[in-house]
């Protein structure tokens, strides 16, 4: 799809603008909420009733916290560690309780409900994130109460909930270092009945990146919904997402990242993304504590990935094959997704065995499909077409029913036991030889948790629950279609911790325990099979959330995660008692905050220990970058937000405040930097 440029994007704000005061304008109805899928839901008790590790981000910490990206809120969650790329958050790579943070492939990730990831049960690789401009909150669940989700819950999930449509129009401008321009609007309005509202939302941005690697992005939400009689409600949401961004896979080697930190080594390359979603939502009060929730929803990504071919690597830098005619230079591996699904739940209320009782079942049936195809060039550096040298598509269908009952023994001790059963069906051909194979798989995932209400300011839970991780396409069926009987990945997670507030403290705490077995490992066999299960590895600690209220507008919050043992359990995956990868045993996120009327402003410390990026655990680093120890650091960023009247609002970051320069990862192939000082100021009006 052809680039909108900067300048012609504009328009697009008028024409919503427009689109907005064509559909009349009316207060807002405070009785339509349109429906969705929360992960934990709002307010007090809907935390109280989960057995397990909770956190939401709410809009006012957004709001002052003014994060890159949804990645970059997720910092303010303990338990989540993440890992910068091309700097921005665009692809994502969240980690949870020492799981490694690549391609965020452990956990599952959504938006209102909605799987994020392209392909769940192709490969569950994260190459798209939403946008935390259109964000309304940010949930984050750990726990037994995950199995209401899946696949993909080993470490969590993760919903994203969007801003449900608002009364006016409101303009948002933001500009910065580093090229940084973005220009947004919301609009919003609802019928003279006020039984139906809708809004749009539209963004576009444009930078030079942290390291030259600069990016073209446009965003476009429209939602929406309606009230059906009175008991029934419908909501629809359409998302358009395109972006191009001049990034790599190939990073710094050692002599440029001393000399040159800034430096885009792969100039040539760019990630261009773009994704379109549909999803409706509909809610029906069958009757007093009998409920029914349906979401239909599809996606489409395309994922366009330009490399130039590596001909070496040194410390100096990287070279790359030249484009005279004689060999490939330029590759281009190009997958398109498509996403579709169908998730009901039924909830129902009821005093069976003389005590309360909330009980959820569900069904979704889902389907992924990829073509994923490898163009090649031999004379252009900036190809975007070529020889067709490998050209194959995957399929994969999956059911999953589940049930859980929370039986609330008194008002004091809840007790949830709960079950998941995932079948799905794998598929791979290829398409230029004809070859093809197939698998399948039942995963089943009991659960239980538990809370108990000690005192008014404690509560103590508890859970243990059986979470997997499909294996990919790619890896089930081989290239020549032999199926190779591999079973999910499993773990074993057992948490118990405690929450609650005394007085101007809240406070959560929680001992986490992962027994992850039957991993993936390469393991020759007889009949063609090269893949089977047998890795393990155990991941336990601590993490601990604390907000104290000082007075006089000042206060405290953050949090902290110790990862006591991130290590091998066999030999399988890497040296029996080795750190994993990417699993720093301490992170912390300390923010101090002030607030005098519309006043707000905010100083954090975000503080990542030392950290391997192999198996080996190598220390020194070697010639070319990829292999080495990742320092410990610690960044500081200053936001402050003004809400001038009604209308105006001003704010405005500074991230990295002390230029702290620090290695963020050495994935894929050599140094990548950690986000350098950068400042932003922005406005927004509402009409």
């Known amino acids: 799809?052809?680039?909108?440029?900067?300048?012609?994007k504009p328009s697009l704000m008028v024409l919503a603008v427009s689109s907005a005061f064509t559909f009349q304008m009316h207060a807002m109805a405070d009785e339509i909420t349109l429906p969705r899928i929360d992960v934990i839901g709002v307010g007090e008790q809907a935390i109280a009733k989960q057995p397990g590790s909770v956190a939401i981000?709410?809009?006012?910490?957004l709001e002052l916290l003014q994060p890159l990206s949804t990645q970059d809120a997720l910092k303010s969650v303990p338990g989540i560690v993440v890992r910068e790329e091309e700097g921005y958050g665009f692809i994502p790579n969240i980690g949870m309780r020492g799981l490694n943070p690549n391609r965020s492939q452990k956990?599952?990730?959504l938006e209102?409900?909605?799987?994020?990831?392209?392909?769940?049960?192709?490969?569950?690789e994260s190459y798209y994130s939403p946008r935390i401009e259109r964000m309304q909150s940010i949930e984050v669940l750990k726990g037994a109460a995950g199995l209401r989700y899946g696949p993909t819950t080993i470490g969590g999930v993760i919903n994203y909930k969007t801003k449900d449509p608002e009364q006016g129009v409101k303009l948002t401008t933001r500009v910065g270092t580093h090229g940084f321009r973005l220009l947004g609007v919301d609009a919003g309005g609802a019928t003279p009945s006020g039984d139906a509202v809708a809004g749009i939302s539209v963004i576009t941005s444009k930078g030079d990146g942290f390291r030259n690697n600069g990016f073209d992005l446009t965003d476009i939400v429209a939602k929406g919904g309606l009230q059906i009689g009175d008991n029934q409600w419908l909501s629809a949401k359409f998302s358009y997402y395109d972006n191009e961004i001049n990034t790599s896979y190939v990073g710094l080697r050692p002599n440029e990242y001393k000399n040159n930190p800034t430096k885009n080594p792969a100039p040539n390359d760019y990630f261009i993304t773009d994704r379109k979603s549909f999803d409706i939502n509909h809610e029906w009060e069958i009757a007093s504590g009998v409920k029914l929730n349906t979401l239909l929803y599809w996606s489409q990504?395309?994922?366009d990935y330009w490399r130039r071919d590596i001909a070496s690597r040194t410390a100096n830098g990287t070279t790359f094959v030249a484009c005279t005619g004689v060999s490939n230079c330029m590759t281009g591996r190009n997958r398109e997704f498509e996403m579709a699904g169908l998730d009901s739940r039924l909830f129902i209320n009821h005093n069976s065995f003389g005590i309360k009782n909330e009980t959820e079942i569900g069904v979704r049936l889902h389907s992924d499909s990829l073509s994923n195809k490898t163009l090649r060039s031999r004379t252009d550096p900036d190809a975007r077409s070529g020889t067709l040298t490998g050209d194959e598509t995957q399929k994969a269908e999956g059911v999953a029913l589940y049930a859980q009952n929370r039986f609330e023994l008194n008002d004091k001790v809840a007790v949830t036991p709960g079950l998941r059963v995932e079948s799905y069906d794998q598929k791979r051909k290829n398409e230029l030889t004809g070859v093809k194979g197939k698998a399948n798989n039942t995963e089943v995932m009991p659960g239980i948790g538990a809370t108990w209400q000690v005192v008014p300011e404690a509560q103590l839970f508890a859970g243990a629950?059986?979470?997997?991780?499909?294996?990919?396409?790619?890896?089930?069926?081989?290239?020549d279609g032999v199926d190779q009987q591999l079973d999910a990945e499993r773990s074993m997670n057992y948490e118990i911790g405690m929450r609650g507030a005394i007085q101007r403290l809240t406070y959560e705490a929680t001992v986490f325990h992962m027994d992850f077995e039957n991993q993936i490992v390469n393991q020759s066999l007889s009949a063609g099979i090269n893949q089977a299960n047998g890795g393990k590895t155990l991941n336990q600690g601590l993490e601990l959330a604390l907000g104290y209220d000082i007075g006089d507008g000042w206060s405290v919050d953050g949090n902290a995660t110790y990862v006591a043992v991130a290590e091998f359990k066999n030999d399988a995956l890497g040296p029996e008692g080795n750190r994993l990868p990417y699993a720093p045993k301490f992170t912390s996120n300390m923010n101090l905050n002030y607030k005098l009327g519309s006043f707000k402003t905010s100083l954090g410390a975000y503080h990542v220990s030392?950290?391997?990026v192999d198996a080996a655990n190598t220390r020194e680093q070697n010639a070319i970058g990829t292999l080495g120890e990742i320092s410990s650091y610690t960044t500081f960023n200053l936001n402050a937000y003004y809400d001038v009247d009604k209308h105006w609002s001003i704010f405005g970051t500074v991230r990295n405040l002390f230029d702290k320069k620090y290695i963020a990862s050495r994935n894929p192939d050599g140094i990548f930097t950690g986000v350098e000082r950068n400042a932003e100021i922005g406005a927004s009006y509402k009409f």
């Open 610 to 612: 030392r950290q391997y």
């Open 465 to 479: 629950f059986k979470g997997f991780s499909p294996a990919m396409v790619a890896t089930a069926i081989s290239g």
């Open 301 to 303: 990504l395309n994922r």
């Open 1 to 8: 799809m052809p680039k909108v440029s900067l300048v012609l």
């Open 107 to 109: 956990l599952l990730v």
């Open 57 to 61: 981000i709410d809009e006012e910490k």
């Open 112 to 124: 209102d409900g909605v799987p994020v990831a392209p392909g769940l049960f192709l490969a569950n």
